[in-house]
């Protein structure tokens, strides 16, 4: 088990600011044990994706290279090699993102059962045991959204906030995929403008510090172009071959994909708030718990 220096009480309504806040101490005061069960359970997973990214973006130069299409160097198997890539990619990024979902969801739910610490077994195996609700909760919210934005943006966005509490739904009240996915509404009705208001500013904070790590394969990417020089090189234009450009873009798709850790515990800390308003969960366990307490 592992301890931590000062307990988080999530089951509790919050501000917005509140939510900011506890999001970031959570994870500073369990950073070592929370990220360190994060790359035990999904590293694997992580590193299949981040592989199947090269290999992909690896691909997509030999097909957008002019010279190697031009000569003999296009393969008929291109096509081929192209379908798997994009397959091992897409797969893998969606065991990826759902096994840390499902990771950070049961570490907290360890956290707050245990009473600030954790158990990495119970975590384990409540993470492997949802895994096929999370990914049929994950695809019935990608399509919600995706269908949604498709008519307007407006519908996807309004669709996008309640959805992404619904994996806290499915993991901490137990519920299955439809209901996890019908009770989100239910939850966040008259609160909607709050939650979008929390997911929007998180979104900005964790989009402005991955940008500040992908300027290193920007600004690489624009001298290779000869952007700085004013001289553009035609050859250069395509750098997707390019080992140090792959090195660089992958490296920050790993930072967005851990700096994503950061959205995924302040959708907890809403879920919570939302259910405190809602039902006073937190409010009747610690009044059940002060009756046990008066009683011995």
């Known amino acids: 088990m592992q301890t931590t220096n000062k307990y988080i009480e999530f089951k509790k309504q919050r501000e917005l600011g509140e939510i900011l806040s506890d999001s970031f101490g959570f994870i500073r005061n369990e950073f070592k044990p929370f ?7 999904v590293g694997p997973y992580i590193l299949a994706m981040l592989i199947s ?3 992909y973006m690896y691909t997509i130069g030999d097909v957008f290279n002019l010279t190697a299409i031009g000569g003999n160097q296009f393969s008929a198997f291109s096509p081929v090699i192209m379908v798997i890539s994009v397959l091992a990619l897409m797969l893998s990024s969606i065991a990826a993102y759902v096994l840390a979902q499902g990771t950070v969801l049961y570490y907290i739910k360890s ?3 245990h009473k600030g610490t954790t158990d990495f077994d119970e975590i384990r195996q409540g993470v492997y045991g949802s895994f096929w609700s999370l990914i049929g909760l994950g ?12 008519f307007c943006l407006l519908p996807g966005i309004y669709l996008a906030v309640p959805l992404s509490i619904s994996f806290a739904i499915l993991v901490f009240l ?3 995929t ?26 900005i904070i964790v989009m402005v510090a991955t940008y500040a790590f992908s300027l290193p394969g920007a600004i690489y990417t624009w001298i290779k172009m000869g952007v700085f020089s004013g001289e553009m090189d035609a050859e250069n234009m395509s750098l997707f071959n390019d080992p140090i450009y792959l090195f660089l873009n992958i490296l920050s798709s790993l930072v967005q994909f851990l700096m994503n850790i950061i959205l995924l515990v302040a959708t907890a800390l809403i ?13 009747f366990e610690r009044i059940e718990s002060l009756g046990k307490s008066s009683e011995e």
Request: charged share 15%; proline share 0%.
């Open 35 to 41: 990220f360190g069960t994060i790359l035990k359970i």
């Open 53 to 55: 990214m090269g290999f």
């Open 111 to 113: 956290y707050i059962d």
């Open 139 to 150: 695809i019935l919210v990608g399509l919600s959204v995706f269908i949604g934005a498709m």
């Open 174 to 176: 137990k519920k299955d």
């Open 178 to 203: 439809m209901d996890s996915y019908q009770y989100s509404f239910s939850l966040i009705k008259e609160n909607w403008w709050i939650t979008f208001a929390t997911l929007f500013i998180i979104y």
């Open 271 to 283: 879920f919570f708030n939302l259910n405190e308003k809602k039902n006073f969960t937190g409010t």
